[in-house]
């Protein structure tokens, strides 16, 4: 089939944001697929014409929109509209079989349907995020007339899918409610890159990272690895830092981008652990993750106490699983329970004092580190293998197309 994609922030293993559309789009091309990728380039550029790449098979269509996370809410919005309307003009110049318009931003949707409706083919939309309530909940949208507008949006893209991908099953429940049929839901969560993870010589790589970064070889390392943004919640883990300053041997690797990234470089500075416990570093590339996370003995995902963040489907959290490292969480809801299920990481408490009391108690069981560690894996290899979700994306394709 012949598969026309939009995601508006598709990036492959050189840059620095999630991967999830490079990799099961490769996957699909490797499965005998054609992919056609429309999406946008972000970086500076004096160009604003369409370009196009060929990545590990895929077509990819760039178009030049400018946006960081740490524009303002009117400039992301800007962004969101511009690049819709280039990609429902570009996307009308192709053909294909079947349309996989994958959020945030919702705003996907609009060019996904209207490229759908003009080559006559089914359109599957992906939830990544349940729009609008994270942007209502923390704040974003307050004008009661945006919130209106959102949720009108919401029900567009809902009611206007032949089939739906949750990334979660709480994300599935929140289009339930919107009363989308069931049977045309189908949850395919972020995903496992095992072999991406799986690193040879892995003490040599951990202590030539560490040595590289200022690390002492002997320490225990608590990696956030991640974006720095207000729903994340990343001053938490400055609160830890201080908490635990007294541990000479117990240190706190940060390394992300995102608005927030300014705030808690200062926070941490303020508190005293910048450069000493608490070390802070931007984005690295993808294909540097696995040494990163070989570094770390824990592995952290955080975000702000609010119970519609409890169906979110983390990057990080799953590249802790491919890793093989012990998860650590501050927050409930699935990710929690398939943690205590599978016996591969914990729970924090919310209070810092708290959290810091249950990480020394960690550490001190070095034995149960490594157990969580090898279950942590073992859980991505049942559950999360990216080849197999990749085949159930491919099943959900068809059957959109099949009708």
Sequence with gaps: MKIIYLHQYFSNLNGNVGTRSFEMGRRLVKMGHEVHMITSYTDKTDDYEWFETLEEGINV?????????????SARIL????????????????????VFATSTPLTIILPGFFIARK??????????????????AIGALKNPLTKFMARMLEKFAYRNSNKIVALSDGMRDGVLKLDYPEKDISVIPNSCDLNFFKIDHEVKVRNDFREQHGIPLDAKVILYAGTFGRINGVGY???LAAQLAEHTNIFFFAVGHGAEFSNISMLASKAGVLGNNFILKESLRK???PNLFC????????????????ANS???????????????????????????ESQAGFRLSREADVAADQLQKLFDSPELIESCGR?????????????????????????????
Excluded at 61 to 73: E, I, K, T
Excluded at 295 to 310: G, R
């Design 237 to 239: 883990m400055v609160e």
């Design 314 to 340: 983390a990057n990080k959290f799953f590249d802790g699983l491919s890793a093989g490292r012990c998860v650590l969480i501050n927050y409930g809801g699935w990710q929690e329970t398939l943690l205590q």
């Design 119 to 136: 080559l006559s083919i089914p359109l599957v939309f992906e939830v990544r995020d349940l729009w609008p309530e994270l942007p209502i």
């Design 295 to 310: 570094s770390a003995d824990v592995i952290l995902s955080l975000f702000i106490p609010l119970v519609e963040m409890e």
């Design 287 to 289: 294909s540097e993750m």
């Design 375 to 403: 279950n942590a894996r073992a859980a991505g290899e049942k559950f999360f293998s990216r080849d197999n979700l990749a085949k159930k994306l491919e099943r959900v394709l068809n059957s959109a197309i099949d009708g």
């Design 79 to 98: 962004a969101f509209f511009k690049f819709s309307l280039a990609a429902l003009i570009k996307g009308r110049t192709l053909s294909g079989d079947v």
């Design 61 to 73: 269509h760039w178009y030049p929109v400018q946006y960081r996370n740490s524009d303002g809410f």
